[in-house]
């Protein structure tokens, strides 16, 4: 599937294929949560970092946490103008990207299935959603997210 995406102010945009678009897991990680998440959680979705196409990269700022003292090698990128959260990367998994389900333009499957990560680290105010299709995780899952499509039929070719 083909997503479109850009920031509040139009100063960004891009394209970037996915296999994987089903918005279904809230992290709700210290950083995730403050970056972008004004729910107390940002939903990533997966896609192809070797087709994404950007409009506007001199408007993209990128943000690095420390772990430990060291720089993070998950890296963070926003809007230079309106500071909107765009996308993640990490240089481990260096062909993968999470565009945030937030910035997409592009419809998405509604979920019926959510995963909810990082609640160790969760705001105490952040009452979570209720319902029996939620699966909850203190901290990440062991399922990644191309094998939770997988089971659960939505992982498109």
Known sequence: MKLQGSCHCGAVSFTVDSHGPQPYQRCYCSIC??????????????????????TGRENVAEYRALKNGEPSRHRRYFC????????????????????????????LPRPERFVDIMLDSA?????LHEGDQIERFPEYPGESIEAWHKRHGVWSE
């Not at 103008?81 to 990207?97: F, I, K, R, T, Y």
Request: with cysteine; net charge negative; glycine share 10%.
């Open 80 to 107: 230079r103008s309106c500071g909107s959260h765009m996308w993640a990367w990490n240089e481990s998994w260096p062909d993968l990207v999470h565009p945030l389900a937030s910035v997409i333009d592009t419809p």
């Open 33 to 54: 949560r403050k970056a972008g998440g004004s729910g107390g959680f940002a939903i990533n979705l997966l896609a192809d970092n070797r087709t994404m196409e950007i």
């Open 123 to 127: 705001a105490p105010w952040v009452a």
